[in-house]
């Protein structure tokens, strides 16, 4: 099982990234997909979720109407399109697979994403 995040990096303050997780090793579309972030010193939290059926999305108060999550089941991907960034979105972003079904949890590595003032 492998969650490889991409596309962080170095961003001025009003400005847009775009993540990507590339799923493999398990069925993903089977799974509810979702983006974490932790920034230094403070727990992790849930950004957005993405449900396996529907397309569902749910966002944290503090970026709904700037975040947008989405996959691509054909690709095994899911993304979060990230626009007007502030500085306090800076942490390490995580990707997650969940299935409430059986349990199975599983979670990338981070990619970094800093917002400059």
Known sequence: VQLVES????????????????????MFSRFAM???????????ELVAEIVSIGGGTSYAESVKGRFTISRDNAKN???????????????VY????????????YWGQGTQVTVSS
């Open 34 to 44: 979702s983006w974490h972030r932790q920034a230094p010193g403070k727990e992790r």
């Open 94 to 105: 995580y990707c997650r697979a969940f299935n409430r079904s059986t349990g199975y949890d």
């Open 77 to 91: 991907t899911v993304y979060l399109q990230m626009n007007s960034l502030k500085p306090e979105d800076t942490a």
């Open 7 to 26: 596309g962080g990096g170095l961003v001025q303050a009003g400005g847009s990234l775009r993540l990507s997780c590339a799923a493999s090793g398990f």
